[in-house]
Antibody, heavy 117, light 106 residues
Framework: QVQLQQSGAELVKPGSSVKISCKASGYTFTSYDMHWIKQQPGNGLEWIGWIYPGNGNTKYNQKFNGKATLTADKSSSTAYMQLSSLTSEDSAVYFC??????????WGQGVMVTVSS | DIQMTQSPSLLSASVGDRVTLSCKASQNIYKYLNWYQQKLGEAPKLLIYYTNSLQTGIPSRFSGSGSGTDYTLTISSLQPEDVATYFCQQYNSWLTFGSGTKLEIK
């Protein structure tokens, strides 16, 4: 069955960077987009961008240009998102989700990133 | 950006009730609309795609409808396990979500 296993919670300092992972199993990793979605406490969902692991192509929500960098390792079926120049506004739960350009059919469990000195 | 407005933000209903959740887009999204269910502490789950197509494994008490700018998710007979927050998401222009409707049992 399709599974997306994300890395553990992160506590990071303002101004630093963090890289979180999403290991896929149960399907052909290179055949589907991998999306990343942000959810702040009590808030809704915000789409960050996607990567197509088959060729490494990426697309970003303009709001996250320069903030998020998406990569994928085909050999380990793992997608990554690096967030840079972290501020308190980046404290959130981040989900990876398999999908198409239309919808997200399988989601990871989410990673809580806390930015605090 | 296309803005998605969901109403109400909080809905309280009884088990067995027919429940209707609304989602309004700031412009025509041509039925490019999905619905997700998020239970407390869990990731969202896809319920409905392209306005009215039921995702595999989702109970038939869930249905979707709409066109243009106005869309609806209906639960025909509310069950205790339906307590969750429901989000709509458009994909006509990039991808944006509504702010959610929290559904609770009265």
């Amino acid at each position: 069955q399709v599974q997306l296993q994300q890395s553990g919670a992160e506590l990071v300092k303002p101004g630093s960077s963090v890289k979180i992972s999403c290991k896929a199993s149960g399907y052909t990793f290179t055949s589907y987009d991998m999306h990343w979605i942000k959810q702040q406490p009590g808030n809704g969902l915000e789409w960050i961008g996607w990567i197509y692991p088959g060729n490494g192509n990426t697309k970003y929500n303009q709001k996250f240009n320069g903030k998020a960098t998406l990569t994928a390792d085909k050999s380990s079926s793992t997608a990554y998102m690096q967030l840079s120049s972290l501020t308190s506004e980046d404290s959130a739960v981040y989900f990876c989700a398999r999908g198409t350009t239309a919808y997200f059919d399988y989601w990871g469990q989410g990673v809580m990133v806390t930015v605090s000195s | 950006d296309i803005q998605m407005t969901q109403s109400p933000s909080l809905l309280s209903a009884s088990v067995g009730d027919r429940v209707t959740l609304s989602c309004k887009a700031s412009q025509n999204i041509y039925k490019y609309l999905n619905w997700y269910q998020q239970k407390l502490g869990e990731a969202p789950k896809l319920l409905i795609y392209y306005t009215n197509s039921l995702q595999t494994g989702i109970p038939s008490r869930f249905s979707g409808s709409g066109s243009g700018t106005d869309y609806t998710l209906t639960i025909s007979s509310l069950q205790p396990e339906d307590v969750a927050t429901y989000f709509c998401q458009q994909y006509n222009s990039w991808l944006t979500f509504g702010s959610g409707t929290k559904l609770e049992i009265k």
